[in-house]
Nanobody, 120 residues
Framework: QVQIMESGGGLVQPGESLRLSCVFS????????MVWYRQGPGNQRELVASITPDSSVYYTDSVKGRFTISRDNTTDTVSLQMSSLKTEDTAAYYCMVQKKTGVDSYASYWGRGTQVTVSS
């Protein structure tokens, strides 16, 4: 049974930091990437950061230099360190783990999300 659990969200003031964690299980091997998405009020879900098992990373432009994604393959955990938070970072943050299931096929597994609110 696949389980994905995010944690670490909360209410912070602008300029403060938060660390999100995502622990997953039941997915097995052949993980192609681990991704943090977010969806703010009235917005579409957007990709925030991604990391592959060999630690290749990607960040959307709006978080470069402020957010850091990391992974621990031994504990099946992916984290997102968020610094210098802005009000526009307010969103529900979701963890997605993608698994390669065939030559050109993938399966995506999603957590239920954790809320981050940045407000003074």
């Amino acid at each position: 049974q696949v389980q994905i659990m995010e944690s670490g969200g909360g209410l912070v003031q602008p300029g403060e930091s938060l660390r999100l964690s995502c622990v997953f299980s039941g997915i097995g091997s052949s993980i192609s990437q681990m991704v943090w998405y977010r969806q703010g009020p009235g917005n579409q879900r957007e990709l925030v950061a991604s990391i592959t098992p060999d630690s290749s990373v990607y960040y959307t432009d709006s978080v470069k230099g402020r957010f850091t994604i990391s992974r621990d393959n031994t504990t099946d955990t992916v984290s997102l360190q968020m610094s210098s938070l802005k009000t526009e970072d307010t969103a529900a943050y979701y963890c997605m783990v993608q698994k390669k299931t065939g030559v050109d096929s993938y399966a995506s597994y999603w957590g239920r999300g954790t809320q981050v609110t940045v407000s003074s």
